[in-house]
């Protein structure tokens, strides 16, 4: 049981669920409510302040030696760590890393997609992409009981993205890449003698924002050679190239079947309360308490086959994802995916000429 569902609580009236021994796809647009309204009452203070340090100064205005001791983190040094760490607060250069997200649009192939303005696809997209994750949980767990899942885990995660602290239970909570991000970063922080603290004051609200769904066998190292990759909005398909019967629908569907990852990207309205403290400067260097949207992605392993995803659903009761999803966090406010894009919109291009070549052969 991943921790994001390990404090769920079982809705006060559950309906029967089906167990599936087969992997369902979406077969229609549904849409549901995903809120999620936990009982916090919060009282918003004045508006956060960024405390730029005077220490030079004012030993200056003393007349006293400011010569440092060798090794000794300068105030520029400390206060430019201070500005990178990578978390978003009211004072940063923005608080939104991807104001407007560029979705992957239709490959040439889909050519019919064409003519269906970019907004409806997103809509179409977006709802099977639900469906299929709903479908292969429970209706009962998506969206209602992964959101609560989801806003438990940040009160036991959030804090610990902290100096000076028992780092490792974030080893399970996060997958390596964000982990690795995070903390070099704040070791960074330790090694000039600074505190960070975050604190999750309240999450007032939260909603499914995206839900990202791979489906074929998984990539080694990222190399498309010998398989097909075709992106749609939060879709992504892959499929081996160079087969006798191409366009069989029975040969599409198994090798769809071969392997299968969900991702889900949810908002959360929060009041979050950070400070960057510097024990060589003696007072704080960022000092912020925010009410903003905190954008968390939430991955499953890669099921290979696709079938092992719906494993265990007949052991799980219906409020609960099935026991060996093992839900991570692998991105905050999109701080890997700013990189990711990049890569991605270069690889589309690649993928789009490499997929006619292998058709055409």
Known sequence: MSFLASRIRPL???????????????????????????????????????????GEDKVKAEGVDSTEEPGEPSEAEIQALAY???????????????????????????????????????LICKSACERMLRNNTSPEYFPDQFLQGAGLAMHQMIPLISTNIDREPLT??????????????????????????????????????????????KLKSGSTRGFI??????????????????SSRDQVTQMMMEGVQFKVDVEFDASIDY????????????????????????????????DKMVASRSMSRPHEAPIDWNWRVSDIDYLLEQD??????????????????????
């Open 275 to 306: 400070t960057i403290k510097s024990n060589v400067l003696n007072q704080d260097v960022v000092s912020d308490f925010t009410r903003r949207p905190l954008l968390v992605r939430f991955e499953t392993p890669f099921f290979e086959p696709a």
């Open 84 to 122: 990178d760490f990578p978390w978003l607060y009211d004072g940063s250069s923005h608080l939104s890393r991807i104001p407007h997200y560029p979705y992957a649009k239709a490959p040439k192939i889909w050519a019919l997609l064409g003519i269906i303005p970019q907004s409806i696809q997103y």
């Open 229 to 246: 990759r075709w992106r749609w909005q939060s879709l992504t398909v892959v499929l081996r190239a160079a087969t006798d019967d191409m």
């Open 340 to 361: 990711f894009i990049v890569r991605r919109q270069k690889e589309d291009v690649k993928d789009e000429e490499h997929a006619r070549r292998e058709m055409e052969m």
């Open 12 to 54: 006060s009236f559950v309906a029967r669920a089906i167990p599936r021994n087969k992997p369902v796809w979406a077969c229609g647009i549904h849409f549901s409510s995903v809120r999620y309204n936990p009982r916090y009452n919060d009282i918003r203070p004045e508006r956060p302040t960024l405390l730029a340090s005077s």
């Open 172 to 217: 399970h909570m996060m997958t390596q890449e964000l982990y690795d991000r995070f903390e070099s970063e704040l070791e960074k922080q330790e090694a000039v003698k600074s505190e960070v603290n975050i604190k999750l004051a309240a999450i007032h609200d939260g909603m499914v924002k995206d839900v990202w769904v791979l489906l074929g066998p």
